[in-house]
């Protein structure tokens, strides 16, 4: 089964770029790649998601490895409300889902 | 738009029991899957249910289960309760099937098994 590999935690100062890595090595070509965060005492709420090419939007960006095997979430300026546990995801139709073990986002002021 | 909730939002139950907890979509999303969440085993998927059916399944013993119905409404169940099934538990609901879709998560059933 695909498997993912993300850091335990990070830290970020506010309004600087955040990069989250996430591994996943053993990627199929019809997996897609999803983030999800959660706040405390919430439920995971979406970020963005993509399958080959770079992605864009409101909250984040996504970038995707030319092999697939890895991808990145860029924050573009951190703010205190993007301190939660960061979830890199493979989704794949038919067939069982695979859950990274999240990073704990730590944003200082 | 209102968004998915879950029914109850706590529960106490003992082992051997069972147990059932609902969850209402956004309206108009067809598929609603289930989640497992503890603070030893982080978040882990249940299964899928789109269209009354059930499309995906993770690595649980068949003593969860789940339905799904025609208002795309969705029931979990839990047999003969463990220890270790105390879990936050959480749907999640989407438009169209998972793997290319935006799932939005519902608040949550807290389960507490004594």
């Known amino acids: 089964d695909a498997k993912t590999t993300q850091p335990n935690s990070m830290e970020s100062n506010e309004e600087e770029p955040v990069h989250l890595p996430c591994n996943h090595s053993t990627i199929s070509g019809t997996d897609y790649i999803h983030w999800y965060r959660q706040l405390p005492s919430q439920g995971p709420e979406y970020v963005i998601h993509?399958?080959?090419s770079n992605v864009n939007n409101r909250m984040a960006s996504l970038a995707i490895a030319e092999d697939r095997k890895s991808s990145t979430l860029i924050l573009h300026r951190a703010t205190l409300r993007d301190a939660a546990v960061y979830y890199c995801?493979?989704?794949?139709?038919?067939?069982?889902?695979?859950f990274g073990g999240g990073t704990r986002l730590m944003v200082k002021p | 738009k209102a968004g998915v909730t879950q029914t109850p939002r706590y529960l106490i139950k003992t082992r051997g029991q069972q147990v059932t907890l609902s969850c209402s979509p956004i309206?108009?999303?067809?598929?609603v899957s289930w989640y497992q969440q503890t603070p030893g085993q982080g978040l882990q998927f249940l299964f899928e249910?789109?269209?009354?059916?059930?499309?995906n399944k993770g690595n649980f013993p068949g003593r969860f289960s789940g339905r799904q119905f025609s208002n795309s409404r969705s029931e979990m169940n839990v047999s003969t309760l463990e220890l270790g099934d105390s879990a936050l538990y959480l749907c999640?609901?989407?438009?169209?099937?998972?793997?290319?879709?935006?799932?939005?998560f519902g608040p949550g059933t807290r389960l507490t098994v004594l």
């Open positions: 995801i493979l989704w794949r139709a038919g067939n069982m889902l695979t």
């Open positions: 999640a609901s989407s438009l169209r099937v998972i793997n290319t879709d935006t799932q939005y």
């Open positions: 249910y789109f269209s009354e059916t059930q499309r």
């Open positions: 993509g399958l080959t």
């Open positions: 309206s108009g999303h067809r598929s």
